[in-house]
């Protein structure tokens, strides 16, 4: 979705505690396995990044469907990130800059074609298009932010992200 992958790379800093995680669940649709439809209900799944078009929006929409239980991790999944930074500027000036005025550009054509998805007007979080039960902060939550979550979500113990987590200076 509209995220840099930072968050992928935090859940990998949990190193060899990965090893554990597997003991507690199994995978089901992730960049780790490469797995590109559901093979079934979920129980937890962590989204990354916010919804800047369609295909974001849908692909949001059937997580939301086959998870039990759905985290935000990261700012650009909590608030929209740094792609939101965009959300003040019209789309029409966005395309504008992309791909009319610039000095290297040699068209003024906007792509358009129905195999593209359609930009939104705005980058929106994922809890402003799905229900989202849970939030880990940060850009990017740090592994043991990560690993905590995951952790007490298995042994059914609440989430407690200490306050500095949420507070930035």
């Excluded at 396995?33 to 929006?57: A, I, R, Y």
């Excluded at 074609?113 to 929106?124: A, F, G, K, T």
């Excluded at 007490?152 to 949420?166: V, W």
Aim: a negative charge.
């Amino acid at each position: 979705m509209a995220g840099c992958f930072g968050c992928h790379m935090s859940f990998l800093d949990i190193d060899e505690r990965i090893l554990e995680l597997v003991q507690l669940y199994d995978l089901r649709k992730s960049p780790l396995d490469d797995l590109k439809t559901f093979t079934g209900m979920c129980d937890v799944g962590l989204v990354e990044g916010g919804c800047c078009n369609t295909h974001n929006v849908h692909v949001l929409r059937e997580f939301r469907t086959h998870c039990r239980l759905l985290v935000s991790v990261g700012q650009c999944a909590i608030t929209g990130g740094l792609p939101a930074m965009r959300n003040g500027i019209p789309l029409a000036e966005l395309f504008a800059e992309s791909y009319q005025k610039g000095p290297t550009l040699d068209t003024a054509l906007i792509p358009s074609d129905e195999d593209l998805p359609m930009i939104l007007d705005r980058i929106y979080p994922c809890h402003e298009v799905v229900k989202v039960d849970a939030f880990l902060p940060g850009c990017p939550p740090s592994a043991e932010i990560i690993w905590e979550a995951l952790s007490a979500i298995a042994e059914g113990r609440p989430l407690d992200i200490p306050y500095r987590h949420f507070k930035f200076d």
